[in-house]
């Protein structure tokens, strides 16, 4: 059965590419030309893997032919569909023969009968290329439905011309959120066939293409990618600046990059998914889905829940291999699985994306005792441990100073992954997403409170909320910010790590541009970014593009270094999400400078009376009202206190907290003695 369709297969696909042909070959209508294309590689037809036709979509009325970095114009194959002898000068072309009349030059004039074709020629430049032919022959499918999967074959070269890999498709798919329904240019993820080690990025059948629809730089993210590589954050992917051609079309300038999956060369840790298939006899996507999957109004899923599927058997380990993304909480829906915690941050599980009920529990649970003791006022948990024993303290600084200094929209609310192995802590990365950083975001609400992400003056991940989950808590990062411990270990990476690789960046920014703008300025001509066609016009546009970048960057540096210097003090609120909204104060205050105390409106729990701020974690002595003044000399956390505060069961409470809290960093400490040597 399997010969017969795959024979079928093949016949349907040779009578296309004699159906091609023979329509090349045909007339069109009088002395006009109805189709035209060249060969870049060895393409028997117009359709083929290698073939490029022209573009006719352009706002000039002229016909563009984009090229590849490595095309060779001297010796092209050319065809064609018209009535009549086809010229480009005094040059009479023939379908499906050779020619070298385009190779000097970038504007040429066809002519067939009394019609005129002004054909101009534009070519890539360090860029990596990437042909594929789908067995249907289009894209429709796919572009209809996002889940779609649409085989085919496909040929990939590096920008030195190197082939990195030629064969089998298994599938192109639509990918991503905002770009795939905001944008006509749209990303894709694609599986091949066998494993390849793409431009170095390590063995993987499945690779991701970036549209990068409304980045018009292209360099956002191998800007951030390389950044955080300096950092050191394990398994940052790279970046490669690709011109796609699907089914003989060119489809624009794409980056591709790793696909972040659990791998030995992507998030190299247990594969969990793996030894669940290994212990069940189906495949995991052939069992049931379960768990809490409703949803309250604005497709909001409630709090404290959990989605799994109904998989019956777990390997022995199930400590370790799982993948976290944050996300919005009305994308968490179309999710397999996940959950969302009790202050409401919903979190996928991307790996295994198939899980059990008892890996969703633990991997719930165990980030839960990290949030409580994250947003508890000591950083301790009911069970007496500290946030970072469940959580590499300094991924999680280098989180924050990644996400601040480019200033992305996302931030930490969307497109950021923590992993965790086996008995292991929780560790950020990889890096993702950077499309809307560096100036291309905006104020929004569901994010932060109008903070415009735009501004490189301002705060930004630093008054971000859970975006679209809870405006009573800060998000995780600058929750993070009200223990001094984080706030120090930031300021340390940022003066040890970031500051002398501000050079080197400065740089990139430039030499990224430069290397792109050929690329980039033949997928504005496809894509009529800037309502011209005219190359320097372009190159202008795009010169624009990474200058904005550089611009914004020196001033998020300057700005950084003032609020990272150590005679900086910030004034954070810690009002335990008792009031409608967080509190924010994201004023750079000096040593000895006054601050006033900001008023904690729209109490909301229960009707508890808001009687002041106290410089205690647990309400103990004075207690300031909003409108007084106080003198800072250090990082300050102000804490909300309440009238229940006050009673007795709340003091004994907070001194028990306190006292397992003593107990427990003096156990640690005495643990740690064992393994120092006698005393002389």
């Known amino acids: 059965m399997k010969r017969t369709y795959k024979l079928m297969m093949a016949l349907a696909v040779m009578i296309a590419m004699f159906a091609a042909i023979c329509v090349y070959a045909a007339a069109a209508e009088s002395g006009a030309i109805a189709g035209f294309a060249v060969n870049t590689l060895q393409a028997q037809n117009p359709n083929d893997v290698g073939a490029v036709k022209w573009f006719s979509?352009?706002?000039?009325?002229?016909?563009?032919?984009?090229?590849?970095?490595?095309?060779?114009?001297?010796?092209?194959?050319?065809?064609?569909?018209?009535?009549?002898?086809?010229?480009?000068?005094?040059v009479v072309l023939e379908n499906g023969k050779e020619t070298s009349v385009f190779a000097e030059g970038d504007e040429f004039v066809l002519t067939c009968g009394e019609n005129t074709y002004t054909v101009v020629f534009r070519q890539s430049a360090n860029a990596a290329t990437m042909y594929i032919a789908t067995e249907s022959g289009t894209m429709d499918a796919v572009h209809a439905n996002k889940?779609?999967?649409?085989?085919?074959?496909?040929?990939?070269?590096?920008?030195?011309?190197?082939?990195?890999?030629?064969?089998?498709?298994?599938?192109?798919?639509?990918?991503?959120?905002?770009?795939?329904?905001?944008?006509?240019?749209?990303?894709?993820?694609?599986?091949?066939?066998?494993?390849?080690?793409?431009?170095?990025?390590?063995?993987?059948?499945?690779?991701?293409?970036?549209?990068?629809?409304?980045?018009?730089?292209?360099?956002r993210n191998k800007l951030m990618f390389d950044f955080s590589l300096n950092l050191g954050i394990n398994a940052s992917a790279d970046v490669v600046m690709t011109d796609v051609y699907i089914n003989s079309e060119y489809m624009g300038a794409y980056i591709v990059t790793e696909k972040v999956e659990i791998g030995e060369t992507r998030v190299n840790i247990f594969d969990l998914e793996g030894e669940t298939e290994d212990v069940n006899d189906a495949d995991l996507d052939a069992y049931a889905l379960a768990g809490n999957r409703s949803l309250a109004s604005g497709n909001i899923p409630p709090a404290n829940s959990y989605k799994y599927v109904d998989i019956p058997n777990d390997p022995e380990q199930i400590t370790g291999g799982y993948l976290l993304e944050f996300e919005k909480a009305y994308r968490y829906k179309d999710e397999?699985?996940?959950?969302?915690?009790?202050?409401?941050?919903?979190?996928?599980?991307?790996?295994?994306e198939y899980v059990t009920k008892a890996q969703i529990e633990y991997i719930k649970d165990y980030y839960q005792d990290f949030e409580d003791a994250l947003y508890?006022?000591?950083?301790?948990?009911?069970?007496?441990?500290?946030?970072?024993?469940?959580?590499?303290?300094?991924?999680?600084?280098?989180?924050?100073?990644?996400?601040?200094?480019?200033?992305?929209?996302?931030?930490?609310?969307?497109?950021?992954?923590?992993?965790?192995?086996?008995?292991?802590?929780?560790?950020?990365?990889?890096?993702?997403?950077?499309?809307?950083?560096?100036?291309?975001?905006?104020a929004n609400t569901l994010i932060s409170f109008s903070v415009n992400s735009a501004d490189p003056n301002k705060m930004y991940i630093y008054n971000t909320y859970m975006g679209n989950h809870n405006q009573k808590r800060n998000s995780l990062l600058g929750q993070a910010l009200n223990h001094t411990d984080f706030q120090a270990l930031v300021t340390k990476i940022w003066t040890e790590q970031v500051l002398p690789y501000r050079e080197t960046f400065m740089n990139n920014i430039n030499?990224?541009?430069?290397?792109?703008?050929?690329?980039?300025?033949?997928?504005?001509?496809?894509?009529?970014l800037y309502g011209t066609t005219g190359e320097a016009a372009i190159r202008s546009n795009y010169n624009g593009e990474y200058a904005s970048i550089?611009?914004?960057?020196?001033?998020?540096?300057?700005?950084?270094?003032?609020?990272?210097?150590?005679?900086?003090?910030?004034?954070?609120?810690?009002?335990?999400?008792?009031?409608?909204?967080?509190?924010?104060?994201?004023?750079?205050?000096?040593?000895?400078?006054?601050?006033?105390?900001?008023d904690a409106v729209g109490i909301d729990n229960n009707q508890n009376k808001f009687l002041g701020w106290t410089l205690s974690p647990y309400g103990f002595g004075e207690v300031l009202?909003?409108?007084?003044?106080?003198?800072?000399?250090?990082?300050?956390?102000?804490?909300a206190v309440f009238e229940k505060d006050q009673t007795a069961n709340a003091i004994i409470k907070a001194f028990f907290t306190r006292l397992k809290a003593f107990l427990y960093s003096l156990t640690k400490m005495l643990r740690s003695f064992e393994n120092l040597p006698p005393v002389a």
């Open 57 to 90: 979509g352009a706002v000039d009325g002229k016909y563009y032919i984009f090229l590849p970095t490595n095309a060779d114009r001297s010796s092209m194959t050319v065809w064609f569909s018209a009535d009549g002898e086809v010229k480009c000068g005094d």
């Open 147 to 219: 889940e779609h999967k649409e085989a085919g074959i496909i040929d990939i070269f590096d920008s030195a011309g190197k082939e990195q890999y030629n064969g089998k498709l298994s599938y192109i798919k639509g990918r991503g959120n905002s770009t795939w329904t905001g944008f006509d240019k749209k990303p894709y993820n694609i599986k091949l066939d066998k494993k390849a080690d793409l431009f170095g990025m390590g063995k993987s059948k499945k690779w991701c293409l970036l549209a990068s629809a409304g980045e018009h730089s292209f360099i």
């Open 336 to 352: 397999v699985s996940g959950f969302v915690t009790k202050n409401h941050q919903a979190i996928v599980v991307k790996e295994p």
């Open 376 to 442: 508890a006022r000591s950083g301790y948990n009911s069970k007496g441990k500290y946030y970072t024993d469940y959580i590499d303290i300094e991924s999680l600084a280098k989180a924050y100073i990644i996400q601040e200094f480019a200033e992305n929209f996302d931030g930490n609310s969307s497109s950021f992954f923590l992993s965790k192995d086996v008995d292991g802590k929780f560790i950020y990365g990889p890096v993702w997403d950077f499309d809307l950083s560096f100036g291309l975001g905006w």
């Open 511 to 528: 030499t990224f541009g430069e290397n792109t703008a050929a690329s980039a300025g033949m997928n504005a001509v496809r894509w009529n």
């Open 550 to 598: 550089s611009q914004f960057s020196q001033i998020r540096f300057d700005v950084l270094n003032k609020a990272f210097a150590p005679e900086t003090h910030f004034v954070r609120y810690e009002t335990r999400g008792t009031t409608k909204t967080v509190v924010l104060d994201d004023t750079m205050y000096t040593t000895g400078d006054t601050v006033t105390l900001k």
């Open 625 to 639: 009202q909003a409108g007084d003044t106080i003198s800072i000399d250090e990082d300050t956390v102000l804490y």
